[in-house]
């Protein structure tokens, strides 16, 4: 009986791995050995990390010109392969102390701070501090963290993610268990900014935000970039905090306040906002230098409809170097995103070559943009300032972070479906013998965190490629924006050639069929898109 098991079992393995394998002409053109090189290349010690404004930055930019001058691709921006994204390069002195109440905080290890003003100086001297549960004012979901209380000029604490989180199943409330956009520190930010706040400390926990307390420490605690408005981005939260839950179980204490049965009261509806009789102290001395980075595009111009474009994308910044055990590390970034990046070109090639024999009725678009890791800055610039309109832009396809192991008998699927892409994705997975898998940490919000997502808030149908963790378990925890995102020889790529794959089939229906993927699910982006395309 074990014997007839263990064969049928095998049986099925050899099945799934015979329909993982199948490929289109797409598949058999690509070049394995060429992308391995490129991801090689983008994540070696040479480039520094990729980090915005940097070496590495000069390195990366002429690598990937010089790549796209090399197939053939024309430039995307109107004559050239780059795009000028101003910046400011905030670099905050780590010497600083949060003073609240009578409790002294120590940075990175109790909380981090930074901002996206232009100032050389901000101080918070006494300030108020109000627990405003989640922070968000959310009228479809008749949520308002903000109802009946003044923020202006003080200090709110927030919780991580949005009360579906804490409902678990009920996906009647919010979303359940998947974060929406009201979860997004990002969100957090630009709402306390549009109450008049003057600083913000999310509360961190690991489960509802999806990665450690050593992610915020890595991304919050070096320089920062962010672009610039007319005002010096006086509009924007002037603090930018986070802090360890550790230490907000501490200020809840010192505030009479149990910070677990705070945390639940704010789950519910009805919940208001608690001033917290305490006062926050912090100056946070800031270095300021404003340069330029660079987008990179190129195009292979359709024949028939070339103001029609279908963008291929994967952001080409990391995080540049960092101390680890007290030693100076590169986080080089392999799989985030020199992975993605080695797609794009991959692919470019491809269909450059295919483009030889028949041509292609849109305009592709080959993208990839600068300062992802800082807030998906270099896409926010290229939504507000596209070479053609994004009611022009049939659909972006984003790659962050690919399969660089074996091959999988699924896809996974970011956003819960919202847009008519994701029909394109179920359908040619099926081709492939693969279904569709939903995310396996829909409480992460991985959909609003990566570079599609600046583009989708300007109405244009967008899906996220990622492959962060699923086929290596570790890499979350030991790798992900660590020196441990390294290039391996041992990966084996079957992955990345389903996945490349899967999304130039889509690409080349796309480029073809006349077709404007709607979102299917009721949304801002869909108001926008429909706005554009009645």
Known sequence: ?????????????????????????????????????????????????????????????????????????????????????????????????????????????????????????ISLDKNEVVFVGYGINAPEYNWNDYANVDVKGKTVIVLVNDPGFASKKDEDFFQGNAMTYYGRWTYKYEEAARQGAKAVFIVHETMPAGYGWGVVQNSNTNTKFTLIDDNNNMSQVGVMGWMHMRAAEKVFEAADMNYRDMQKAAAKPGFKAQPMNLSANLTMNNTIEREESQNVGAILPGTENPDEWVVLHAHWDHLGKAMENGKEVVLNGAVDNAS??????????????????????????????????????????????????????????????????????????????????DTYVENTAKKQGRSVKADPRPQNGLFFRSDHFALAR?????????????????????????????????????????????????????????????????????????????
């Open 1 to 121: 009986m074990l014997k007839t098991i263990l064969v049928c079992a095998a049986l099925l393995t050899t099945a799934v791995q015979a329909n993982v394998g199948k490929v289109s002409e797409i598949g058999e053109a690509l070049d394995l050995d060429q992308y391995r090189q490129e991801v090689k290349t983008l994540a070696s010690d040479e480039f520094e990390g990729r980090a915005p404004l940097s070496a590495g930055e000069k390195k990366t930019i002429s690598y990937l010109t010089r790549q796209f001058k090399e197939m053939g691709l024309k430039p995307a921006f109107h004559g050239s392969y780059t795009q000028k994204v101003p910046l400011a390069k905030i670099t905050a002195d780590q010497n600083m102390t949060l003073k609240i109440g009578d409790l002294s905080l120590d940075n990175g290890t109790e909380f981090t701070a930074r901002t996206q003003q232009i100032a050389e100086k």
């Open 458 to 534: 300007e109405g244009v149908p967008s899906v996220l490629f990622m492959s962060l963790g699923d086929t290596d378990p570790s890499f979350i925890a030991n790798k992900y924006h660590k020196s441990g995102d390294d290039y391996f020889a041992s990966w084996t790529l079957g992955g990345v050639k389903q996945d490349l794959d899967l999304i130039g089939q889509i690409m080349a229906e796309l480029a073809n069929n006349g077709d404007w993927p709607q979102w299917t699910t009721d949304s801002e982006f869909k108001q926008k898109r429909q706005e554009q395309r009645p």
């Open 340 to 421: 993605g990046v080695a797609g794009v070109l991959e692919l470019g090639r491809v269909f450059k070559a295919q483009s030889e024999k028949k041509p292609f009725k849109r305009t592709l678009m080959f993208s990839a943009f600068t300062a992802e890791e800082t807030g998906l800055i270099g896409a926010e610039h290229f939504a507000k300032n596209p070479p053609v309109p994004t009611s022009q832009i049939v659909g972006f396809l984003n790659i962050d972070g690919m399969n660089v192991n074996d091959g999988v008998d699924y896809v996974l699927q970011y956003g819960g479906g919202v847009s008519e892409l």
